[in-house]
């Protein structure tokens, strides 16, 4: 079984709420973070260390932060090493760091929503344990053909790409070797888990993880 991953938020009690609202900067919605081999630095402005203003409380006990607003592969230091020990995939780690509510109006504006000029070095008021997962490769192995979407093959539908769930099924040509941990398929646009990925996550008791099986 292979799975797509997004944060579970069912700690909120209500919807439109986030853990981590990132602090904007000029070009912030081109930095997804999602195409790899991509320096978001050099291409969106992206800042060094991508800050967020969110909840502490939360980011103690999660594993996958639930962002504003784009939903950003924001996971802890802890399951990159539960990934890691399942099996080798070469990735990059853009640091972040989650400033306290408490502080929101000293760290991010609001009206532009970007930076503020106040330096956090209280410990109290930030989680650095965070980063965002960029993987530098991709696998070119979508069988087209086996791959049903509304009905048809996926290389006969209108399609160009796939996000989770939308296919009735979802065929992978497994490479020499086996998949990766966590793989990107062009074609499709969120990250791809193996069942062996989930199996370390669920036994090394990561939280805040909505694991999406693909048909």
């Known amino acids: 079984m292979i799975y797509g991953l997004t944060a579970d938020a069912a700690h909120h009690e209500e919807e439109g709420v986030y853990d981590a609202v990132l602090i904007e900067f000029d ?7 999602f195409r790899p081999g991509v320096d978001y630095r050099q291409e969106c ?12 409380e939360n ?10 607003p784009m939903g950003l592969l924001l996971i802890s230091k802890r399951m990159v090493r539960v990934l890691e020990s399942v099996g080798s995939f070469r990735y990059r780690l853009i640091p972040t ?5 408490k502080i929101r109006h000293l760290v991010r504006d609001r009206f532009t929503g970007q930076r503020n000029w106040y330096q956090v070095t209280d410990p109290a008021l930030r989680n650095d344990e965070f980063v965002i997962l960029q993987l530098e490769d991709e696998l070119d192995c979508l069988d087209r053909d086996r791959t049903i979407v509304e009905g048809v093959p996926f290389r006969e539908c209108n399609e160009q790409l796939l996000g989770m769930e939308e296919a009735q099924h979802l065929e992978l040509r497994k490479p020499e070797g086996g998949f ?3 793989f990107r ?3 499709l646009v969120f ?3 193996t069942e062996e990925a989930k ?4 036994k090394a008791g990561l939280k805040g993880l909505w694991w999406r099986p693909q048909p």
């Open 180 to 182: 990766p941990p966590v």
């Open 185 to 187: 398929v062009p074609e």
């Open 59 to 68: 980011a103690a006990w999660l594993d996958h932060i639930f962002t504003a």
């Open 97 to 101: 760091v989650i400033y306290s509510e």
């Open 191 to 193: 990250y791809c888990f």
């Open 45 to 56: 402005g992206a800042p060094e260390v991508i800050e967020f203003v969110g909840k502490l």
């Open 199 to 202: 199996q370390a996550c669920d």
């Open 27 to 33: 070009g912030y919605d081109g930095a997804t973070f």
